[in-house]
């Protein structure tokens, strides 16, 4: 009979390309690795793995196998998912990555029920952003994610996950107080801010990104960004002392922050979305339905606190009026 832990193995070298990173993944050695692939290919009695240079890459019979693999693992998580729900016992480790206002503002909050009621079980948080985030999650690394997205920038889906939308918040502008725009209180236009520094997420990530689209669509221009930072209080410092502008989710909080003030956007709605992603099939496991539920009812109450927020997906979505931004020159 195969074993599963060799399987494993097998698996993981078709998903990720190298020993070096199943090893990593595994906690393994690679020469570990290496030896269990080597004895699965005599248990199996045909060449599962061969030589391409430097790296193992896998035969024909070997990505057979390997398909077979994944669904002989995912039976098995389904043995193993259904026995806990079973029992109904909410224990061992649920492992959640998320953005620093979703941690802060939903998950933190849940933190302390899931505790009362819950003492065997373990929420590890990691505090995250990386793009791989959603890969992790199907190969199993993590359990639980929340990103953000915006009604502009949609994240795919993809089939091996679920996801629904926990919270819609409006991003708006903030401005260092002494910001001749600043003073007026009402809305802002963005094409009055053509001549602004910006600060924003590092290239790559949805708030550069945002930005750049914002700027390009509504107001004709490409943003001067001045400062680049992932990190909240290092943005609003920007805003604050630096002098930048900045578009700012609503949980960001950046009116309570001294030299700043935070103002609409007055040519179009645009959105952030807090959305809450799991596999397919993982919230029968009673831990990973305790942590979901905590979520859930967290995301409730701070709806209730705030006014500005929605539950869930607008029920109408409301069009920002962006485009395509245009190729640089």
């Not at 409730?300 to 109408?316: C, E, H, N, T």
Request: proline share 7%.
């Amino acid at each position: 009979m195969l074993d599963l832990g060799r399987l494993r193995v097998l698996r993981e070298l078709k998903l990720r390309g190298t020993v070096g990173a199943v090893a990593e993944a595994l906690g393994y050695s690679p020469s570990a690795v290496s030896q269990q692939l080597a004895q699965l290919q005599r248990e199996v009695g045909v060449p599962l793995v061969e030589r391409a240079g430097r790296r193992l890459r896998l035969t024909e019979a070997g990505e057979v196998l390997a398909g077979h693999a994944e669904t002989l693992l995912a039976g098995a998580q389904r043995a193993e998912e259904a026995a806990l729900a079973a029992s109904g016992r909410v224990a061992g480790t649920v492992r959640v990555v998320g953005f620093q206002t979703a941690l802060l503002h939903v998950l933190a909050p849940a933190l302390p029920r899931l505790a009362a009621d819950y003492p065997d079980l373990v929420v590890d948080v990691l505090d995250e952003e990386f793009v791989r985030v959603l890969q992790a999650l199907v190969l199993r690394e993590i359990d639980v994610v929340i990103t953000d997205e915006y009604s502009h920038l949609p994240r795919p889906r993809r089939p091996e996950l679920t996801s629904e939308v926990l919270i819609t918040e409006p991003m708006r502008i903030a401005l260092p107080e002494a910001h001749p725009l600043a003073r007026s209180g009402g809305p802002v236009r963005m094409a009055d801010l053509a001549g602004a520094p910006w600060v924003t997420g590092h290239v790559g990530t949805n708030h550069a990104d945002l930005l750049e689209r914002t700027c390009v669509g509504l107001g004709g221009y490409r943003p001067d960004v001045r400062y680049r930072s992932n990190d909240l209080l290092v943005i609003l410092a920007m805003v604050a002392r630096g002098g930048a502008a900045c578009l700012i989710p609503d949980l960001a909080l950046a009116e309570l922050e001294e030299g700043i003030v935070v103002r609409d956007v007055a040519d179009a709605r645009v959105d952030r979305r807090m959305v809450l992603w799991t596999r397919v099939g993982a919230d029968v496991r009673p831990s990973v339905r305790a942590v979901l539920d905590a979520v859930r009812c967290s995301a409730d109450d701070l709806v209730d606190r705030r006014p500005s927020l929605i539950r869930g997906a607008p029920s109408r979505p409301v069009p920002d009026g962006l485009g395509e931004p245009p190729a640089p020159p």
